[in-house]
Protein backbone atom coordinates (compact mmCIF):
# COMPACT_ATOMS: atom_id res chain seq x y z
CA UNK A 1 0.00 0.00 0.00
CA UNK A 2 1.01 3.58 -0.70
CA UNK A 3 -0.65 5.12 2.02
CA UNK A 4 -3.03 7.09 -0.11
CA UNK A 5 -6.94 6.73 0.96
CA UNK A 6 -7.91 3.53 -0.35
CA UNK A 7 -9.58 -0.27 -0.30
CA UNK A 8 -7.76 -2.16 2.90
CA UNK A 9 -8.71 -5.83 3.74
CA UNK A 10 -10.85 -4.01 6.22
CA UNK A 11 -12.82 -2.37 3.19
CA UNK A 12 -12.48 1.48 2.59
CA UNK A 13 -10.68 4.14 4.89
CA UNK A 14 -10.47 7.35 5.04
CA UNK A 15 -10.49 10.48 7.83
CA UNK A 16 -11.91 13.89 6.72
CA UNK A 17 -11.71 17.47 8.67
CA UNK A 18 -14.31 19.47 8.11
CA UNK A 19 -13.05 22.48 8.14
CA UNK A 20 -9.21 21.69 7.20
CA UNK A 21 -8.61 25.16 8.38
CA UNK A 22 -9.46 26.47 11.99
CA UNK A 23 -8.30 29.61 13.83
CA UNK A 24 -5.11 29.03 16.08
CA UNK A 25 -6.26 28.52 19.76
CA UNK A 26 -8.54 26.53 21.60
CA UNK A 27 -9.72 23.97 18.92
CA UNK A 28 -12.41 21.12 19.69
CA UNK A 29 -12.01 17.99 17.63
CA UNK A 30 -15.39 16.15 17.29
CA UNK A 31 -14.60 12.89 16.01
CA UNK A 32 -17.92 10.96 14.40
CA UNK A 33 -16.82 7.66 13.80
CA UNK A 34 -19.43 6.54 10.49
CA UNK A 35 -17.38 3.43 10.29
CA UNK A 36 -18.08 -0.38 11.22
CA UNK A 37 -15.10 -0.63 12.90
CA UNK A 38 -13.50 1.30 16.12
CA UNK A 39 -11.15 4.49 15.78
CA UNK A 40 -9.56 7.25 16.92
CA UNK A 41 -7.62 10.83 15.83
CA UNK A 42 -4.46 11.57 16.83
CA UNK A 43 -2.87 15.02 16.37
CA UNK A 44 0.60 15.04 15.23
CA UNK A 45 2.28 18.54 13.78
CA UNK A 46 3.53 17.92 10.35
CA UNK A 47 7.55 19.66 9.77
CA UNK A 48 8.14 21.78 6.50
CA UNK A 49 7.92 19.85 3.59
CA UNK A 50 6.13 16.62 5.29
CA UNK A 51 2.66 15.36 3.84
CA UNK A 52 0.20 13.77 5.46
CA UNK A 53 0.07 10.34 4.90
CA UNK A 54 4.15 9.66 4.27
CA UNK A 55 5.03 8.66 8.27
CA UNK A 56 7.07 5.52 8.32
CA UNK A 57 4.62 2.35 9.26
CA UNK A 58 5.83 -0.09 11.92
CA UNK A 59 6.01 -4.07 11.84
CA UNK A 60 2.47 -3.80 14.03
CA UNK A 61 1.10 -1.80 11.53
CA UNK A 62 1.10 1.54 13.38
CA UNK A 63 3.46 5.32 13.13
CA UNK A 64 4.76 6.32 15.70
CA UNK A 65 3.07 9.32 18.32
CA UNK A 66 6.30 11.05 19.43
CA UNK A 67 5.52 14.43 19.44
CA UNK A 68 1.61 13.83 19.44
CA UNK A 69 0.13 16.90 21.14
CA UNK A 70 -3.31 14.93 21.94
CA UNK A 71 -5.95 12.41 20.65
CA UNK A 72 -9.74 11.58 21.14
CA UNK A 73 -10.63 7.66 21.43
CA UNK A 74 -12.55 7.44 24.04
CA UNK A 75 -16.47 6.60 22.94
CA UNK A 76 -18.26 9.15 24.29
CA UNK A 77 -16.08 11.16 25.65
CA UNK A 78 -13.20 13.08 25.46
CA UNK A 79 -9.19 11.94 25.59
CA UNK A 80 -7.74 9.22 25.59
CA UNK A 81 -9.99 5.84 25.75
CA UNK A 82 -9.89 2.32 24.09
CA UNK A 83 -11.57 3.96 20.77
CA UNK A 84 -14.37 5.36 19.47
CA UNK A 85 -16.65 2.66 18.80
CA UNK A 86 -18.68 2.80 15.56
CA UNK A 87 -21.48 5.39 15.24
CA UNK A 88 -20.50 6.70 18.46
CA UNK A 89 -18.82 10.32 19.19
CA UNK A 90 -15.91 11.00 21.02
CA UNK A 91 -13.83 14.48 21.22
CA UNK A 92 -10.20 16.37 22.35
CA UNK A 93 -9.82 20.03 23.14
CA UNK A 94 -6.16 21.32 21.84
CA UNK A 95 -4.52 24.61 21.92
CA UNK A 96 -2.58 24.83 18.42
CA UNK A 97 -0.28 26.86 16.96
CA UNK A 98 -0.43 28.35 13.54
CA UNK A 99 0.77 25.98 11.93
CA UNK A 100 -0.21 22.02 9.97
CA UNK A 101 -1.09 19.16 11.25
CA UNK A 102 -1.46 15.44 10.44
CA UNK A 103 -4.99 13.55 11.70
CA UNK A 104 -4.57 10.06 11.91
CA UNK A 105 -5.93 7.01 13.26
CA UNK A 106 -3.31 5.15 14.41
CA UNK A 107 -5.22 1.95 15.28
CA UNK A 108 -3.14 -1.31 13.58
CA UNK A 109 -3.62 -1.11 9.57
CA UNK A 110 -5.66 2.44 9.17
CA UNK A 111 -3.20 4.60 8.41
CA UNK A 112 -1.74 3.07 5.44
CA UNK A 113 -5.46 2.06 4.26
CA UNK A 114 -5.60 6.16 4.41
CA UNK A 115 -7.14 7.17 7.61
CA UNK A 116 -5.22 10.46 7.32
CA UNK A 117 -5.77 14.20 7.04
CA UNK A 118 -4.06 17.48 6.88
CA UNK A 119 -5.48 20.16 9.21
CA UNK A 120 -4.25 23.79 8.78
CA UNK A 121 -4.03 26.03 11.77
CA UNK A 122 -3.86 29.94 10.91
CA UNK A 123 -3.89 33.01 12.63
Given at each position: ????????????????????????????????????????????????????????????????????????????????????????TGWTTLTL???????????PGHYAAGM????????
Amino acid sequence: MDGRPGWHDMGMMRLVAQPATVPSGQVTLRVVNAGALPHEVVVLPLRAGQTAGARAVGAVGRVSEAGSLGEASRTCGAGTGDGILPRTTGWTTLTLQPGRYELLCNNPGHYAAGMYTELDVVR
